[in-house]
């Protein structure tokens, strides 16, 4: 009773505080959680009630999402929150109008005209190759120009872009191969006139040529014409070449017999070793929305009649091997520890031949909550990377990847394990970071990776609009408001730092750039897409596949 009692107690006093920060805050909602034993009882759930409904008239404000997690057996944690209009924060307003400015700045202008947005604008270290514009950085940008109006720059960026794309086939391993897009390009001059000059990797620590740029430009692409109407763009024959380009270097047959696609390490935003080679999440989730996007775009005639029947026959086998073989919860956790092993043959129940031994279960068993889940990191032959991964798990929602209830479990996991996904910056690249020999033998004694430091754990804010996307889109909005709340705190403060280091993401990235555009736009993107959710429809994919694909295929079908 005396427990039930100092309960009650701090609920109220962490309410009132609730409705402190949200009188301050427009458009805001604050999420108000409590940690209630695991007898959670109607009764506790009925003085919250009681308490929020006298909130709800002190503040004149709605509350949504009561329960959040509800359905969930096992809940240890009442969420709630609450939005409506209050006055809009002086900390809120300062942000947004530091970070339009420095957006603004750092435009970079080709043949007088805007191109894109330079990686980074801190006037105090050198650049390195963050004077160029990185395909992958630019889409926050773009999406917020095209939110803005100003799809004249993203229309520039893709028909410049494409025009870098390789377009013959090479056997030459000094080459970039045909359909890679450049991880970045600067313009450069010559005898005073100005061109574009592309970096495949070639230049880059490592020698990494992006995987992702491709798939980020198709995606670009399919935003542009749902933002602007402008279908004649993406229908253009050169347009049409590249896409089928970037899709052929993905769907080519390879040493392996997997939907998914086959990548070296360090070919996507986590450009350096970090035992990501094979199939990792992050791609594989960009990949399946670029070929969701690619089934859009094509257009349906003889000369894409094989690319379009190479994508529909990839998208269902990819879908499976995702939602099934990656997917971790509580009961697939039960089944992996309960894997027979050197199975043989194509009834095999453990088709990667996991070995139980290779998986930390003490960890995650204490770790992962009932009520969440989450995609694995990577999967191939006896391996299956337990990390999470934010940006393949929040793709994974917006493109509709995982299907709804896995895509409430992956948002109930970042709720429940909000210290260590969020903590002071949201959001985690990677959890947990490799420690000890691992971090010495997987990334090979990297210091800039160190243990929870830049890729290795640390807090990357350009993850925010991707979090406010994903939450959005599954109606919880409440996370995504309260994510944004302890970005505003720091980010302007802290000057937009590029990552954040330690644990809990208190510390500004040891050798993290200062004004970091996708930082910028990040948090930018994700103000827009919480003020006005239609935005979602430029990024977002439906369920609804099989619909979509059988009138394509029906159109294919009828052009033989
Ligand atoms: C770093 C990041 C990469 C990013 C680039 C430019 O190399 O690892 O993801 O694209 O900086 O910001």
Redesign the pocket.
Known sequence: MATDVAIYAALVVYLLSVVSIFERSLFASSLAKVAISSSFSSSSSGICFIVLSNLRSLTNCRLTNWLSASNCSNIKLCSFSIEGEGKLSDRSLAAQEQAWEALEKSIIYYHGQAIGTI??LDPDISAL??DQC?I??FVSSALVFLIKGRSDIVRYFLEETLKLQPKTVQLDCLKPSRGLMP??FKIGSFNGREYLKADFGDHAIGRVAPADAGLWWIILLRAYGIATGDTNLAERSDFQEGIRLILELCLVTRFDMYPMVLVPDGAS????RLGLYGHPLDIQSLFYAALRASSELLTPNKENQNIIHAVYNRLGPLLKQLRENYWLDSERLNVIYRFQVEEYGEEALNQFNIYSDSIPFYRLAKWLPEAGGYLAGNLGPSQLDCRFFSLGNLMAIISSLADEQQSHQILNLIELRWSDLIGNMPMKLCYPALEDIEWRIVTGADPKNRPWSY?NGGSWPVLLWMLAAAAKKMDRGELAHHAIAIAERRLTEDGWP?YYDGPDGRLIGKEARKY?T?TIAGYLLAKELIADPSHLKLIAFEPALSTIDESQKSKVESQK
Request: aromatic share 18%; hydrophobic share 40%.
């Open positions: 990686a980074a190759n963050y990185f992958r950085d991880a970045s935003m986590i450009d350096r890729h590029e970091q996708w």
